[in-house]
């Protein structure tokens, strides 16, 4: 038994890792730069769901300076902290995750961002003179990933040979899409310290929206379940970028890509920061398998409906929730 001395601890389940689940090598990784990038990108979405993008062209630059403006903004005092919360479900959040009791060892802020003109919605901290670094930071990043997620997601389309070319990444593109941007913090716990025990920092989960970019710090606590339910470790790499296949993207294929579940087991020792850019289609959207792909006596796996409709249902539900579930037919 672990005793646990900050009672915020007690609403987070510990979970005992003596052995942390295995460091995997087996991450697909595609290089932009390789003319197989399209077929391999294809593969990794079908069977993980989840890939590393390297020779992406975003300037390591870009990453550093906003990870900076966040590790600044996460070191002030709780009480400037809380000025851009609670988060509901936008603005800074402190553990808990959504509206319906999920906890985590975790820390974050959350921003919608659109992106025609690219904008995201400001927290009051951010309009000050002061934060004008953090800003231009926020810009720079937002603007470099959301051309890397149009790339991948016309690579996408090519690799799945269907035409026109911009057929997923103008539902990420257009001037109506709805895209979150999330910066975690995942502090160290000092109480655990020399135990057997890890925290859950952010529980498992598959991302409702099309797709997740995600660049972390050099830290390790990413987690993703492979087909047969088996979690593993995906280690860490700085300068590049991971992108999860979302419930999405998962339906627009009609199953054939698989919406990863992960979450982060927390260890308590590094602190880790994560940035996140989920890109959802416009809310009024039809999220349905593309006609392009279907066989000829191919039907749907899910009922219709709009993101409008799933995203909804998404922010009712708890993070493990299996959320495509009530859609399939
Ligand atoms: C998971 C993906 C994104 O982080 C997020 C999360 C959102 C939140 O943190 O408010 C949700 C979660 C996410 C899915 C189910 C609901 C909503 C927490 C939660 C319990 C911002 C999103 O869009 O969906």
Redesign the pocket.
């Known amino acids: 038994m672990v005793v646990l001395t900050d009672p915020a601890l007690d609403l987070i389940s510990l979970i005992r890792s003596p052995k942390p689940a295995a460091c995997f090598s087996g991450v697909p990784v595609v290089d932009l730069t390789k003319p197989d990038a399209a077929a391999r990108l294809v593969e990794a979405c079908k069977e993980f769901g989840f890939f590393k993008v390297t020779n992406h062209g975003i300037p390591v630059e870009f990453m550093r300076r906003l990870e900076a403006e966040a590790v600044n903004f996460f070191s002030l005092p709780p009480v400037e902290k809380e000025k851009s919360g609670p988060?509901k479900?936008l603005g800074y959040g402190n553990k808990r995750?959504?509206?319906?009791g999920?906890m985590g060892w975790v820390e974050y802020l959350?921003f919608a961002v659109t992106s025609k003109p690219l904008s995201y919605t400001p927290m009051d901290f951010l309009r000050e003179p002061s934060a004008c670094l953090f800003r231009s930071a926020l810009k720079e990043y937002l603007s470099a990933v959301r051309k890397l997620a149009s790339q991948v997601l016309e690579l996408m389309a090519q690799g799945l040979e269907i035409e026109p070319r911009d057929v997923i990444s103008k539902l990420v593109t257009s001037e109506a899409s709805d895209g979150?941007f999330?910066l975690n913090h995942y502090p160290p716990c000092p109480v655990l310290r020399g135990s057997n025990y890890s925290l859950t920092g952010f529980g498992e989960?598959t991302?409702?929206?099309i797709i997740?970019v995600l660049r972390s710090n050099n830290s390790t606590g990413l987690q993703i379940a492979l087909k047969d339910g088996s979690w593993v470790s995906v280690p860490p790499d700085e300068e590049s970028f991971f992108i999860n296949v979302g419930d999405s993207l998962q339906v627009l294929t009609n199953g054939r890509f698989r919406s990863v579940r992960h979450r982060v087991v927390a260890n308590g020792m590094e602190s880790r920061v994560s940035m996140?850019y989920?890109f959802g289609p416009p809310f009024a959207e039809k999220i349905a398998p593309l006609p392009q792909l279907m066989g000829e006596r191919e039907h749907s796996l899910y009922k219709e409906f709009t993101w409008d409709e799933y995203k909804k249902a998404?922010?009712k539900?708890?993070?493990a929730d299996n959320?495509l579930g009530p859609f399939e037919k």
Request: hydrophobic letters at 40%.
């Open positions: 988060a479900p995750i959504g509206a319906n999920d959350l979150i999330r989960h991302d409702p929206q997740s996140i989920f998404a922010y539900s708890r993070l959320r």
